[in-house]
């Protein structure tokens, strides 16, 4: 069974600083991985995602994360936060040979103050 | 090009009746899912329709179901509301293809009196 585990419901930082944002899966499979986020009152909007093709995923808006197969994670970072990243972020999993069955994370809140 | 549009945005429903939601794909998208999200559960994936047909299903009773018209509109219908499912439904569609990305519409936020 595939699975992802985001390690932080609420992170907050200040203006300027690094955001990291953490999520570990489980997966039987070489995963498909996910970054989604969640504007209020807004539908979710695709960050990023890993297909094997390179360990380090570029994606929009400054974010990036790393596919670390011996740590089982897929971390999310960002060199400096802007007030308009302030959202839930999702970290989802797709299983082998699906394509509209997504399994979410359980979102992290990210608050960014000025 | 029009994103996924769900309506209606916001409804309100009285325990027992059924409630009809609505969504239409990005042109030229065959493939639609629907998610349920709330507070306490978070995101779970109700089914997926690929050209009028329901290729995956979440672990939903059967009070959920859906269905997808030939030009891949879809709806999703729940018989017999119950408290719990008061919640956002959201509808993605793609193309339908594996490795294919998933675009979200805004939700129709359900409230169950």
């Known amino acids: 069974a595939q699975s992802v585990t985001q390690l932080d419901s609420h992170v907050s930082v200040s203006e300027g600083t690094p955001v990291l944002l953490r999520c570990n899966y489980s997966?039987?499979?070489?995963?498909?991985l996910f970054w989604y986020v969640q504007h209020p009152n807004k539908g979710l909007q695709l960050l990023l995602k890993y297909t094997s093709a390179a360990t380090l995923v570029k994606g929009i808006n400054g974010f990036e994360a790393e596919f670390k197969k011996s740590e089982t994670s897929f971390h999310l970072t960002k060199p400096s936060a802007h007030m308009s990243d302030a959202a839930e972020y999702f970290c989802v999993v797709r299983p082998p040979q699906s394509q509209g069955n997504l399994i979410f994370g359980k979102g992290t809140k990210l608050s960014v103050k000025p | 090009k029009a994103g996924v549009t769900q309506t209606p945005r916001y409804l309100i429903k009285t325990r027992g009746q059924q409630v009809t939601l609505s969504c239409s794909p990005i042109?030229?998208?065959?493939?639609v899912s629907w998610y349920q999200q709330t507070p306490g559960q978070g995101l779970q994936f109700l089914f997926e329709y690929f050209s009028e047909t329901q290729r995956n299903k979440g672990n939903f009773p059967g009070r959920f179901s859906g269905r997808q018209f030939s030009n891949s509109r879809s709806e999703m219908n729940v018989s017999t509301l119950e408290l719990g499912d008061s919640a956002l439904y959201l509808c993605?569609?793609?193309?339908?293809?594996?490795?294919?990305?998933?675009?979200f519409g805004s939700g129709t936020q359900l409230s169950v009196l």
């Open positions: 997966s039987s499979y070489s995963p498909s």
């Open positions: 042109s030229g998208h065959r493939s």
């Open positions: 993605a569609s793609s193309l339908g293809q594996p490795g294919e990305k998933l675009f």
